[in-house]
Nanobody, 120 residues
């Protein structure tokens, strides 16, 4: 399985960015997709997750500002980030819990990371 993330960049405080991630490979189904982030000198932390039926979960730090969505037919997940602050600066990683073909084995897959910098 490959996860390809895109959409990072430099944005001013208060601005918006949209991250996208596409999964490809011998996929039977994807149970949970999500976004994590790692700021310089800090551990990787959960940003948001979304299940196949659309149930979402957010960290307290992004609740009300970020929105996660997914397209099950396309195996994609997106993160709309609004009202960005310098504290949101980090490398953002997409994650997917994938059930593979032909074994039906469940694999925890990670994208390569995309840098989001919030600065004036």
């Amino acid at each position: 399985v490959q996860l390809q993330a895109s959409g990072g960049g430099l944005v001013q405080p208060g601005g918006s960015l949209r991250l996208s991630c596409a999964a490809s490979g011998n996929i039977f189904s994807i149970n949970v997709m999500g976004w994590y982030r790692q700021a310089p000198g800090k551990q990787r932390e959960l940003v948001a997750t979304i299940t196949k039926d659309g149930s979402s979960n957010y960290s307290d730090s992004v609740k009300g500002r970020f929105t996660i969505s997914r397209d099950n037919a396309e195996n994609t997940v997106s993160l709309q980030m609004n009202s960005l602050t310098p504290e949101d600066t980090a490398v953002y990683y997409c994650n997917a819990r994938v059930q593979m073909l032909p074994t039906f084995r469940i694999l925890d897959s990670w994208g390569q990371g995309t840098l989001v910098t919030v600065s004036s």
